[in-house]
């Protein structure tokens, strides 16, 4: 699948508050000047926020990796300095500092740069608990600025209402949505539960408009099935708060020594720290990733008590990104899993919030992550062990299992 929304990365050393994002904000091939920041919905699947921005980074090692505040940018990210002073001088004139903020990280070359207001940033808290309010559609950012619905939430108000997957969104409450970026179609969209929302849509040429009426939301994040032959299939689709937890329960609950597929395929990311606790489901403590802020380097490692002897193998598409991303180099690169399906998406960068003098917060890019092996994922992405593609891949994945005697 195509891009997704932000990420969040909180280092391991979680007493000293560590907050440091992972910011997935683009389509395939898309630049942050286009104004079409990725594909996120009126749930933004995790965009994950723990605590509060601040001009500095929260993280006292983050501000100290940081260094002086005089110092100039990484080529390809936005100067910080020079973002909130573009927002302040705009907001002394009477004008928007958000959108002043965002021309400035547009001309940066920053692609995963983007600046929130109020509202879009302060309604991304609730995803961490995979929870949301709104009408339950996932919306794609073209490269000509349109916008389409890349899926819709089962038994949700778009799904009852027969909104489908590629019916084109012209408007929501008259406003229209082209050229706009997806964070705003997100505000736009979201609102008290039981309020009336109207989106005018095109589906094959013929425009439709539909009144719905926005609800409590909620997906579970990790899902747990089981394969003749004893397999169990964990099924992740983002690292909302708790996922870590579960997919270590589900470890456990596995039959002993049978095999384990864990399903990150579509997976857009989420909280870094709740990656890593997935990682310790199968690791015995070690290392995980390694960042770097500005050049300082930092690490994440797991916890110890993991399940090391398990077979296991890790599925994976183009859509999985971020911090799942992040969890299949960690389990490949210390070969606990064998790695089937198709190349990853390939975002490595970490982002550092700055809140703007209006209230807007920008999202800066500051530096990359590594696997264990030192592999840089940004723009790369993980080559599985074993290509399979659609269907097959749950097939070639317990082939794997058999001969890692995965199967009783």
Not at 101 to 125: H, L, N, P
């Amino acid at each position: 699948m195509p891009g997704r929304p932000p990420y969040c990365l909180r280092p391991r050393d979680l007493r000293r508050g560590a907050v440091l994002t992972l910011a997935l904000l683009g389509a395939l091939g898309t630049a942050a000047s286009t104004g079409c920041f990725g594909e996120t919905a009126d749930r933004t699947v995790d965009i994950a926020r723990a605590g509060t921005p601040a001009a500095a980074p929260a993280d006292p090692a983050a501000a100290d990796a940081a260094g002086p505040a005089a110092s100039p940018a990484r080529p390809g990210t936005a100067d910080r300095e020079a973002v909130a002073r573009a927002a302040a001088e705009a907001v002394a004139d009477g004008k928007s500092g958000k959108k002043a903020a965002q021309e400035v990280v547009s001309r940066s070359g920053d692609r995963w740069g983007v600046v929130y207001d109020r509202t879009e940033y302060a309604g991304f808290e609730e995803d961490l608990d995979g929870r949301w309010t709104g009408v339950g559609l996932w919306a794609g950012c073209h490269r000509d600025g349109s916008i389409s619905v890349d899926r819709v939430q089962p038994g949700g108000p778009a799904d009852r209402a027969g909104i489908r997957a590629g019916d084109r969104l012209l408007a929501v409450d008259g406003k229209p949505v082209t050229g706009l970026t997806t964070a705003e179609v997100v505000t736009l969209l979201r609102g008290t539960a039981g309020t009336a929302v109207v989106l005018d849509l095109r589906r094959d040429g013929r425009d439709r408009t539909e009144t719905l009426h926005r609800a409590q939301l909620r997906i579970e994040p990790v899902t747990v099935r089981s394969l003749p032959g004893g397999i169990t299939v964990i099924k992740v689709s983002a690292f909302t708060r708790g996922s870590g937890d579960r997919v270590r329960e589900a470890v456990r609950g596995a039959p002993p020594g049978a095999g384990v597929m864990l399903d990150l395929r579509g997976n857009p990311g989420g909280l870094v720290a709740e990656a890593v606790r997935a990682a310790s489901a199968f690791l015995d403590g070690g290392l995980v990733a390694t960042y770097d802020v500005r050049g300082a380097q930092r690490a994440l490692y797991a916890d110890r008590g993991g399940d090391t002897v398990r077979p296991l193998v890790a599925l994976v598409d183009g859509g999985t990104m971020s911090a799942a991303e992040l969890l299949t180099g960690a389990l490949q690169d210390r070969g606990r899993a064998v790695a089937v399906g198709s190349r990853t998406f390939g975002k490595g960068s970490v982002q550092l919030p700055t809140e703007l003098p209006d209230g807007s917060v920008a999202e800066l890019t500051v530096g990359t992550y590594r696997t264990p092996a030192g592999r840089s994922l940004d723009g790369r992405g993980i080559t599985p062990d074993l290509n399979a593609g659609g269907e097959r891949t749950e097939e070639r994945a317990r082939t794997v299992l058999g001969g890692l005697g995965g199967t009783p």
